[in-house]
Each structure stands twice: as structure tokens, then as C-alpha cells.
Antibody
Framework: QLQLQESGPGLVKPSETLSLTCTVSGGSITSSSYYWGWVRQPPGKGLEWIGNTYYSGSTSYSPSLKSRVTISVDTSNNQFSLRLTSVTAADTAIYYC?????????????WGQGTLVTVSS | EIVLTQSPGTLPLSPGDRATLSCRAS???????LAWYQQKPGQAPRLLIY???SRATGIPDRFSGSWSGTDFTLTISRLEPEDFAVYYC??????????FGGGTKVEIK
């Protein structure tokens, strides 16, 4: 059974960089069938797509976050990571990692449980 | 960028009722690129429907999806108590980017 688990600091200071890692177990991140993505959800609000990566390292980012986001992949550890720079209180959210089949469903079929990141001094 | 508009924002219904949720795209979206999710409080979203009308693994057949042009619909034929939740539509485009709709909350009347 595929599992995804987010990890990283739960509190980040304004203007600093948010860094999260998603560890994939029960399947290989190097499968050619999938992208691996990040989605966030501010408290009480809707879902916002952040970006995706492929095992080759190619990426796609939300236009609204593109200038501040980097998603990278670590195939040796079956992980992918999110970096978001210059954070503000508006970046406070639950951050989810998820799998995106790129040939079949084009929908996020496996999700991590999510991790709350609060931006505050 | 395609915008997905979901309506209504809130849908008060009773168990056993039929729920009809709408997702309108600002421009053409291939049906194969439209999905629906269910999210309950404190949980990650769960994939319900992909390719506009195909149920994901383990999803009961009371959930169905349909479309006409740029209008997509999620129908729950008879609401069970566990179906009261927030529902999101999502589209994928060929640059591998995603967009979510704003969500519809199905609440107990």
C-alpha cells in the first residue's frame, strides 16, 4: 500500500524559508507513471495547488507561487521536497504531498496526512 | 489559466436526499482531465471521481459524475450520514498543472 508522509518544521518565521519533505513508501518515486505534487490549504479555506515534480527533476509550478517555490526530488531516498521562500502569514496552511498519475487518471490518488505550517514570529 | 467555479457554496440537505453539485470551467476542459474530491474535517482529500465520470477505487456507486460542455456535475443519489463533507473539483492541463474549484459544503439541513 502506497503511503506518503510529510515532515518538516511546524513553525517558520516571516521572511524565512519553509522546507518540507515527503517520504514515499510502498512504491517507487522513479516510476514513469506519476508526478509527485504539493497542495496546501489555509485554515478554513480551500485547496491550492503548489506544484509537481517528476523523478527526472522536471517541475511545474503554480503561477502565483512560481517566484518563491522550488520542488526537488531525491530518488535515492524515495523523497521529494518543497521549498517556499520569503514566507508571510498568508503561507500558514496545511501542506499535503500527493501522487498524480500522468497517464491514466490525471488526479491526485494518494495523499499524505498533511502537516500544519504556521508562519509567525 | 482555467478557473473552476463551484456552486452552490453550501448545500443544506437531509440524509436520503439527492445532492447535485456544479463545477463550471472558464474555458474548455477535456473530460478526461476533470476530477472530484471529498474532504472531511481533519482529513486529507479523497479522490472520488476522475475523468469526469469514472469512480475511483472503493467509491460507492451512489456517487456519479457527468458533464456537458464546460459544466461538470457531481451527483450523490442518496445522501448517507458520512457524505456530509466538502467537495472539490479539479482540472489538469497538459503542462501538468492543476486548478481546484472553491468547494461546495454539503451540510445537514
Amino acid at each position: 500500500q502506497l503511503q506518503l508522509q510529510e515532515s518538516g518544521p511546524g513553525l517558520v518565521k516571516p521572511s524565512e524559508t519553509l522546507s518540507l519533505t515527503c517520504t514515499v513508501s510502498g512504491g517507487s518515486i522513479t516510476s514513469s507513471s506519476y508526478y509527485w505534487g504539493w497542495v496546501r490549504q489555509p485554515p478554513g479555506k480551500g485547496l491550492e495547488w503548489i506544484g509537481n515534480t517528476y523523478y527526472s527533476g522536471s517541475t511545474s509550478y503554480s503561477p502565483s507561487l512560481k517566484s518563491r517555490v522550488t520542488i526537488s526530488v531525491d530518488t535515492s531516498n524515495n523523497q521529494f521536497s518543497l521549498r517556499l521562500t520569503s514566507v508571510t502569514a498568508a503561507d500558514t496552511a496545511i501542506y499535503y504531498c500527493a501522487r498524480l498519475p500522468r497517464i491514466t487518471t490525471f488526479a491526485l490518488d494518494y495523499w499524505g496526512q498533511g502537516t500544519l505550517v504556521t508562519v509567525s514570529s | 489559466e482555467i478557473v473552476l467555479t463551484q456552486s452552490p457554496g453550501t448545500l443544506p440537505l437531509s440524509p436520503g436526499d439527492r445532492a447535485t453539485l456544479s463545477c463550471r470551467a472558464s474555458q474548455s476542459v477535456p473530460s478526461s482531465f476533470l476530477a472530484w474530491y471529498q474532504q472531511k474535517p481533519g482529513q486529507a482529500p479523497r479522490l472520488l471521481i476522475y475523468s469526469a465520470s469514472s469512480r475511483a477505487t472503493g467509491i460507492p456507486d451512489r456517487f456519479s459524475g457527468s458533464w456537458s460542455g464546460t459544466d461538470f456535475t457531481l451527483t450523490i443519489s442518496r445522501l448517507e450520514p458520512e457524505d456530509f463533507a466538502v467537495y472539490y473539483c479539479q482540472q489538469y492541463d497538459t503542462s501538468s498543472s492543476l486548478t481546484f474549484g472553491g468547494g461546495t459544503k454539503v451540510e445537514i439541513k
